[in-house]
């Protein structure tokens, strides 16, 4: 089974830039996450989709953050334009949420991320 | 709102011991899961173990195990037989279900060496 996609793997901006980062989940998964990871802190929470519908997205700095999931598959989330403080590692995540071997299934499978520089 | 606290941000642990890595978690919720991810570095972050908090059969996986006091809301991980390959960084999450998802909130994670 293929794991979660992620490209670019790494990107370097100059601040007020734009950016995009493309995420495709793992086969049949139909929720997928996208998580800010700042150096030295856990991931945390900008977006989740359930299909193609957002669930939540109350920590998308909306101002300067987009993102979709069209056809309920891949996912691109951009930055426009970008600050010093977006520098982090970008991680996308699915989850089958649903029965699989016969037991539910929660658990986030996480793609490698994409680390963005910003300067 | 819930948070989720690993007071230990370094541990170290000779291969071949043990050692406990610690999580504690504030929340009223009563239906949630717990798990302890791993980072390796440079590496994508994979599931090590999970626990429902409906279950109070605490969960093993190989080496792994947890401690899950659900009156404490504490949820440590134990590993067995320290190997070189478990030097990572250790984050406990906490999930719960919300507005027809699913919210999940990571702690600031505990970096352990394993050293030969």
């Known amino acids: 089974e293929a794991g979660v996609a992620q490209s670019p793997r790494y990107k370097i901006i100059e601040k007020r830039q734009s950016v995009a980062f493309w995420c495709n989940p793992i086969?049949?998964?139909?929720?997928l996450y996208w998580y800010q990871q700042i150096l030295g802190q856990g991931p945390k929470l900008l977006i989740q989709?359930?299909?193609?519908?957002?669930?939540?997205d109350s920590q998308l700095p909306k101002d300067r953050f987009s993102a979709e999931r069209l056809k309920g598959v891949d996912s691109t989330l951009k930055i426009q334009p970008a600050k010093l403080e977006d520098s982090a590692v970008y991680l996308c995540?699915?989850?089958?949420?649903?029965?699989?071997?016969?037991?539910?299934?929660?658990?986030?499978?996480f793609g490698p991320g994409t680390r963005l520089t910003v300067t | 709102a819930q948070t989720v606290t690993q007071s230990q941000p370094e541990m170290s642990v000779q291969e071949a011991e043990t050692v406990t890595l610690s999580c504690t978690y504030d929340?009223?919720?009563?239906?949630?899961?717990l798990f302890w991810y791993k980072q390796p570095p440079s590496r994508q972050m994979i599931l090590v173990i999970r626990?429902?908090?409906?279950?109070?059969q605490n969960a093993t996986e190989n080496r792994f195990s947890v401690n899950f006091q659900k009156a404490a809301k504490s949820f440590s991980l134990k590993i067995s037989d320290s190997q070189l390959g478990d030097t990572a960084m250790y984050f406990c999450?906490?999930?719960?279900?919300?507005?027809?998802?699913?919210?999940?909130?990571f702690g600031a994670g505990t970096r352990l060496f394993v050293k030969a």
């Open positions: 999450a906490f999930m719960k279900p919300e507005a027809g998802g699913f919210k999940t909130i």
């Open positions: 995540a699915s989850s089958l949420r649903g029965l699989a071997g016969g037991k539910l299934s929660y658990e986030q499978y």
């Open positions: 929340t009223s919720e009563n239906n949630y899961y």
């Open positions: 626990q429902e908090a409906y279950k109070q």
């Open positions: 989709f359930q299909n193609n519908g957002v669930v939540d």
């Open positions: 086969s049949g998964h139909a929720t």
